[in-house]
Nanobody, 127 residues
Framework: VQLQASGGGLVQTGDSLRLSCVAS????????MGWFRQVPGQKREFRAA????????YYSDSLKGRFTISRDNAKNMAYLQMNDLKPEDTAVYYC?????????????????????WGQGTQVTVSS
């Protein structure tokens, strides 16, 4: 199983980025996909999650509508469109995958509930 995140970079305040995550080795439609961020010395923090067909999306309340999660099941891809970026968005962003059928209960906001993680992509927003 491999999740590979990409699309990070150095941008200025107010810019946009689209992160991508490609999955291999899993039946993609069995998995909820999530995006988290992590800064040094802090826990990995939930940003957004999307169910198998994109019909349900979950976001951190702190995002205030700036980010949009999506997926393309034909390509085994998940995306995080990030708009109006702020310096406090600077972090390493990780994609994760969780199969709810393998768990009695799943909280998509918790890192411990995910089955697989990608390697992360750095997002840096300058002021």
């Amino acid at each position: 199983v491999q999740l590979q995140a990409s699309g990070g970079g150095l941008v200025q305040t107010g810019d946009s980025l689209r992160l991508s995550c490609v999955a291999s080795g899993i039946t993609f439609t069995n998995y909820v996909m999530g995006w988290f961020r992590q800064v040094p010395g802090q826990k990995r923090e939930f940003r957004a999650a999307i169910n198998w067909n994109g019909g349900s999306k979950y976001y951190s309340d702190s995002l205030k509508g700036r980010f949009t999660i999506s997926r393309d099941n034909a390509k085994n891809m998940a995306y995080l469109q990030m708009n109006d970026l702020k310096p406090e968005d600077t972090a390493v962003y990780y994609c994760g995958a969780v199969n709810p059928r393998l768990h009695e209960y799943t909280d998509y906001t918790l890192t411990d509930d995910y089955d697989y993680w990608g390697q992360g992509t750095q997002v840096t927003v300058s002021s």
